[in-house]
């Protein structure tokens, strides 16, 4: 059944997709009261049929899709659509990746799957556009300003040491203005390391009404940031097991850290919390 939340955004539809496999992703479709919509991530290649399902019924035109970060749980899905559009028209991809040497680096396992987003990127370089902190971008009457990018962090980072979680601080940030000026803050999978450093940036000028929750709502930025957020509605992209923290075992009995980042959002007195584990939903 699809949640849906009254949320004054005047003709504008924003919809959490739920998870279709057990895997955490993440994946959001902005439609505007009438023209093609906005994708930001897409989820895992099994959340790739939802998606094109979605997108087709909202008339099958993206005029901005945007990647987050270079992990196969946010790009995936966008592969297997470019491969398989099924009438899917995608005007522009929005992205900004370290070098793929940096990333090879860091997480060596993912060999393969992050070259296959490389070669996608590179075959369809007349739609690709690498964005930037301080670009922003104005598709479907929205604004879109870019708030970090990965130069920020990747000389900083020997990727060597870094286990991974190097890619994490890669994420794009950026805030989405509808016209009525209600604010969405996306975090993508953003860590605590530079979590800290988007919040000595821009302190009280992250404040947002719609916050996605950094790296499905765990091991993300820490509560500073979201202190500055302030938001109205928290988006969980995590499965329920995630989201409670139950891998089988009851509720918050694995090594996940999302109800301690459930309880700064009760402090913060945030009443709305949208969960993709919950199935699809829609603020409108
Ligand atoms: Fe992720």
Same mark, same amino acid.
């Given at each position: 059944?699809?949640?849906?939340?009254?949320?004054?955004?005047?003709?504008?539809r924003?919809?959490?997709?739920?998870? +279709?496999?057990?895997?955490?992703?993440?994946?959001?479709?902005?439609?505007?009261?009438?023209?093609p919509?906005?994708?930001?991530?897409?989820?895992?290649?099994?959340?790739?049929?939802?998606?094109?399902? #979605?997108?087709?019924?909202?008339?099958?035109?993206?005029?901005?899709?945007?990647?987050?970060?270079? !992990?196969d749980?946010?790009?995936?899905?966008?592969?297997?659509?470019?491969?398989?559009?099924?009438?899917?028209?995608?005007?522009?991809?929005?992205?900004?990746?370290?070098?793929?040497?940096?990333?090879?680096?860091? #997480?060596?396992?993912?060999?393969v799957?992050?070259?296959?987003?490389?070669?996608?990127? !590179?075959?369809? =370089?007349? *739609?690709?556009?690498?964005?930037?902190?301080?670009?922003?971008?104005?598709?479907?009457?929205?604004?879109?300003e870019?708030? !970090?990018?990965?130069?920020?962090?990747?000389?900083?980072?020997?990727?060597? =040491?870094?286990?991974?979680?190097?890619? %994490?601080?890669?994420?794009?940030?950026?805030?989405?203005?509808?016209?009525?000026?209600? =604010?969405?803050?996306?975090?993508?999978?953003?860590?605590?390391?530079?979590?800290? +450093?988007?919040?000595?940036?821009?302190?009280?000028?992250?404040?947002?009404?719609?916050?996605?929750?950094? !790296?499905?709502?765990? %091991?993300?930025?820490?509560?500073?940031?979201?202190?500055?957020?302030?938001?109205?509605?928290?988006?969980?992209?995590?499965? +329920?097991?995630?989201?409670?923290?139950?891998?089988?075992?009851g509720? %918050? =009995?694995?090594?996940?850290?999302?109800v301690?980042?459930?309880?700064?959002?009760? #402090?913060?007195?945030?009443?709305?919390?949208?969960? #993709?584990?919950?199935?699809?939903?829609? *603020?409108?």
């Open positions: 059944m699809m949640k849906e939340i009254n949320f004054g955004l005047q003709g504008y924003l919809l959490q997709a739920p998870n +279709m496999t057990l895997v955490q992703m993440m994946s959001y479709i902005i439609h505007p009261p009438s023209g919509v906005v994708v930001i991530d897409g989820g895992n290649t099994g959340d790739a049929d939802y998606l094109r399902d #979605e997108i087709m019924k909202r008339g099958g035109e993206v005029e901005a899709w945007i990647i987050t970060h270079c !992990h749980d946010h790009y995936a899905a966008l592969i297997e659509i470019m491969n398989n559009p099924g009438g899917v028209k995608i005007n522009r991809i929005y992205y900004n990746f370290p070098p793929q040497e940096w990333i090879n680096q860091t #997480e060596p396992v993912y060999k799957q992050t070259g296959k987003i490389f070669d996608l990127l !590179h075959t369809y =370089t007349d *739609i690709c556009t690498v964005v930037c902190e301080g670009d922003v971008i104005e598709p479907a009457g929205l604004k879109i870019f708030l !970090h990018d990965p130069a920020k962090v990747c000389n900083l980072i020997d990727p060597s =040491t870094n286990n991974g979680y190097a890619v %994490n601080d890669t994420s794009l940030v950026f805030r989405i203005a509808f016209p009525n000026e209600k =604010t969405a803050l996306f975090l993508g999978d953003l860590g605590p390391y530079a979590g800290d +450093m988007l919040a000595e940036r821009y302190g009280k000028k992250l404040k947002s009404d719609i916050v996605q929750m950094a !790296h499905h709502g765990q %091991n993300g930025v820490n509560k500073n940031v979201y202190e500055y957020v302030q938001p109205e509605i928290c988006l969980w992209s995590a499965p +329920m097991w995630l989201y409670d923290n139950d891998l089988g075992r509720f %918050n =009995t694995a090594k996940y850290k999302t301690i980042v459930r309880g700064w959002m009760e #402090e913060l007195g945030v009443k709305v919390h949208v969960v #993709e584990g919950e199935g699809p939903a829609i *603020i409108y």
